[in-house]
Structure formats: C-alpha cells, structure tokens
C-alpha cells in the first residue's frame, strides 16, 4: 500500500537550515585531512608493487640462468684436463646448446602420463635414451679427436633429433587422448 511521503512528513517540526559561521572552514579542513591520506597510502602500494616486480624479475632470472657448477665429491689431487663439450667451445654453440637442453627439459617435463600412454612413453623415453648416451659418447670423441666440425654438426644433430623425437612424441600423446575423447562421447543418432 503506497503512502504520501507529504503526509509522513506533516507530524516532524521544520528544523532551520542554517550553517554555523565555522561550517566552511571545518568542511575544508576534513576535505584536506582526506586528500593527504590518500595520497600517502597510494605511494606505498606503488613502491610495493615496484618491489614484488623486482623480486619476481629477480627469482626468473636465477631459474633460468644456466648453472654450470659442479661439486667433485672426491677430491683429486692429480691435475685434471679441462674436459671439452659442445658449450665449452663458443658463445654461439653454448647458447644452441642451452637452448636445446633446455627445450628438450620443458618438452618432458610437460608429458602427461597415464595408463593409457605409457607403453608409447616408454618407447620414445628410451630412444631419447639411446641418443642421450650416443651424445655423451660424442662429446669423449670430441675430447679425444679434439675439435672437429663432423663432431660439432653430430652433437647438434643429436640436440635436435631429441627434441623433434619429443615433440612427435607429444603430437601422438594428443591425437591419442583425442582419439579416447571422441571414443567416450555419446554417439548421436
């Protein structure tokens, strides 16, 4: 049921509407107060957000700065001979190098197994086994016949066959999960 808002106003008495001669003064005052403190909390998230930006600039690059430490954990007192791999010999072989390793890292870390692909994971894995095994025993050749193109170009071959052996792997994996979606889906007739 609607009512009149004249009528619901008829019992209050009428209050003046004056200000006090200190009115505009307070107001300015309380509108000065709230300007500054807002200005002062939005420094603070800046020099924050600056921060956590650093910070996580910071964590990147030490995830992806290629380490090349290694502990001996028996200590030698014979005086080794540098040892020579496919990083050790340019810039430019270093950084194909790195980029390969680290390609081939990402390409098996992001394999999905499960029961239904394991078998075909399997077979990949030990290929990519076998030419691990044939990279590392090009790298003695390499520190034994010292350095030589046929080597240099094997080395590299074997980098790339790896991968290109992951990422077919990774094709299959997603045409045969595909291939089970499709099976598992009711059939419209």
Do not use: C
């Not at 290629?66 to 540098?82: F, G």
């Amino acid at each position: 049921m609607p009512k009149d808002i004249r009528k619901m106003f008829e019992n209050y008495p009428e209050e003046s509407g004056k200000l006090s001669s200190s009115h505009a003064n307070a107001f300015e005052n309380k509108l000065m107060k709230e300007l500054h403190t807002k200005e002062s909390k939005q420094k603070s998230y800046k020099w924050l957000s600056i921060a956590a930006s650093v910070a996580l600039l910071v964590s990147i690059a030490i995830q992806f700065y290629p380490s090349e430490t290694t502990v001996d954990p028996i200590p030698s007192n014979d005086i080794q001979t540098k040892e020579i791999s496919l990083g050790s010999l340019s810039p430019e072989l270093k950084s194909i190098e790195s980029y390969y390793v680290n390609s081939i890292n990402f390409e098996i870390s992001n394999l999905d197994v499960n029961d239904s692909n394991k078998e075909i994971l399997d077979g990949y894995l030990v290929k990519v086994g076998e030419l691990t095994t044939e990279y590392k025993s090009l790298t003695k050749e390499l520190n034994t016949k010292g350095v030589n193109d046929e080597i240099i170009n094997a080395l590299i071959n074997n980098l790339q066959l790896r991968l290109q052996l992951l990422q077919r792997l990774k094709k299959q994996l997603n045409n045969l999960k595909n291939l089970n979606s499709t099976q598992n889906e009711p059939q419209i007739s």
